[in-house]
């Protein structure tokens, strides 16, 4: 899939390679100094109504696995090089593997990897680490199900980039908890339909924590809870790769079904977690997203979601910051809804994207709205190469001349559409974010449709419909600091009445309150 990045859109990322590689990232990066040691505290909600949110502190303090081998349970021997690869291979399907504490190695080979039988299941004792010694591409792969990876730290791998070390295959049922994934290039962890990562640290790995890419986009069920995922990008792909749209915490790519709840997603060097092209039925709630360098929280030409009960701090003084030095008027976001709304034809658990009881405190920026009016199915400005909307199943009928007639017209474009915000609390003071100008916005806007020359969605049709045409609705929020809006276009700039009145409309039955602070 080829990516291709346009002013308006943020990329979509790369497709990840499933065969082992001759080429790519080859070396890890070596740890960095220990990011954002605990939360801040400040902004707990008080009026909003939005319960304190408890982070997950695994990194620091992870859990400890059993001092001594389970019952029936295979031990394997850190002084000898490659024997939990070796006994996987002897042992059958289920078997129950202990690693005793201290350093395990596999075989000085690239490739060399642990391949698991369905149903097994490694558990790390007090100590246990599978470290790759930037040699090894792969901690674990093959395509078994039902796999189990506990209290186990699995470190130094160096996974080419869009690649991932653990469960590098994609395969479905795998439950990893307790465990520790760090300081590995590429991804420190894939996933596959009906995946389980719980009460993790996901930490300072090349590329991604975890690249949720499934090859045949069937991913299902994606349960990510009570993980600490922080510092991930170290190998800093932006700059390697300028538009890749391939860096961030977690990165989600067609998933259908995810439960992301009770993670402290902290301080990635660039999105904290990003939900990229038909995604569907997400809930996201319960978590701390902060001091991420770009936005905490991108969900992009997606649908159908729940986002709640977060608590959003700090995020995007980073890109935020360097696209307003170069003059770049847009809003780029902390919450960033681009392309993405509310389908009831999807089934899902909601038929919204419903944006509610979260606080965002001293973040770049709000809630961003976006539409790309050149983005569609077979438009060149696609950054989704090759896809459609999960409402069109053959590309090939976005063409002209059907697609400017209904139902294609409407279904052959991912649609900002159905996003409810209520009852969240907006709090900014500039002193803290340290800036002047272009932090303190919401957003609801689109682009002056000019390609390419056969869309039928050319001048302002897409930024009249996002604005008034397409039920997004603010109300009901809270506002303290010197907050403005934009409608339409980033030079339609509006105060907190101008939005309220016609033909806006918006934030009926919110508070304002212009001094900064909460």
């Not at 295979?74 to 350093?103: C, E, H, I, Q, Y």
């Not at 990008?233 to 079904?257: H, L, M, S, Y």
């Not at 992301?260 to 701390?288: K, P, Y």
């Not at 965002?360 to 539409?371: A, D, F, P, Q, V």
């Amino acid at each position: 899939m080829v990516i291709k990045r346009r002013h308006w859109a943020f990329p979509a990322a790369a497709l990840v390679l499933v065969l082992p590689a001759a080429t790519g990232c080859t070396s890890a990066s070596d740890a960095p100094a220990e990011p954002g040691g605990a939360p801040s505290t400040s902004g707990a909600p008080s009026t909003s109504g939005v319960p304190s949110t408890s982070v997950a502190r695994v990194c620091a303090e992870p859990g400890a696995g059993p001092a001594q081998a389970p019952a029936g349970a295979v031990t394997v021997d850190p002084a000898v090089v490659g024997d939990l690869a070796a006994k996987t291979r002897s042992s059958p399907p289920n078997t129950t593997f202990w690693l005793r504490p201290g350093t395990h190695r596999l075989e000085p080979d690239r490739y060399a990897q642990v391949v698991p039988k369905d149903g097994d299941s490694y558990l790390g004792a007090p100590g246990a680490v599978l470290d790759g010694r930037k040699t090894n591409q792969y901690a674990f792969g093959g395509t078994a199900g039902d796999v189990a990876i506990r209290y186990l730290t699995v470190q130094g791998f160096v996974a080419p980039n869009n690649e991932g070390v653990v469960n590098h295959d994609m395969a479905d049922g795998w439950v990893i908890e307790h465990a520790a994934i760090q300081y590995n290039s590429g991804a420190g962890l894939m996933a596959g339909a009906r995946q389980q990562v719980r009460a993790s640290c996901l930490r300072s790995n090349g590329q991604y924590g975890m690249n949720a890419y499934k090859t045949g986009d069937s991913i299902r069920g994606l349960v990510v809870e009570g993980n600490e995922i922080v510092g991930n990008n170290t190998d800093g792909w932006e700059r390697q790769r300028p538009g890749c749209g391939c860096t961030g915490g977690i990165k989600f790519w067609a998933v259908d079904g995810a439960d992301v709840r009770g993670n402290w997603v902290h301080d990635n060097r660039g999105a904290g977690l990003w939900a990229d092209n038909n995604n569907n039925d997400f809930r996201i709630e319960d978590n701390v997203l902060e001091a991420n360098d770009g936005a905490a929280l991108m969900y992009e030409t997606s649908y159908n979601a729940v986002i709640r009960n977060n608590t959003i701090r700090r995020n995007n003084w980073v890109e935020g910051r360097k696209h307003a030095d170069r003059g770049d008027t847009f809003p780029y976001a902390t919450v960033y809804v681009s392309e993405a709304g509310g389908e009831p034809r999807i089934r899902a658990r909601t038929d919204k994207i419903e944006i509610y009881r979260n606080v965002l405190e001293n973040n770049w920026n709000g809630i961003t709205l976006w539409e790309s009016a050149d983005r569609f199915c077979n438009s060149p400005a696609n950054t989704s190469t090759g896809y459609c909307t999960l409402l069109v199943k053959d590309t090939g009928r976005c063409t002209r001349p059907a697609i400017a007639t209904a139902p294609l017209y409407d279904d052959c474009r991912w649609k900002t559409r159905r996003v409810d915000i209520h009852g969240n609390r907006f709090v900014l003071d500039p002193s803290v974010v340290k800036c002047t100008v272009e932090c303190d916005r919401m957003a609801v806007l689109a682009n002056y449709g000019t390609f390419p020359d056969w869309s039928p969605y050319k001048g302002k049709r897409v930024a009249e419909a996002i604005v008034h045409k397409q039920d997004n609705h603010w109300h009901d929020n809270v506002y303290r600091g010197p907050w403005s809006f934009v409608a339409g276009d980033p030079g339609r700039k509006l105060d907190s009445g101008q939005w309220q009145g016609a033909p806006y409309q918006q934030d009926v039955s919110s508070t304002f309150a212009p001094q900064a602070g909460g």
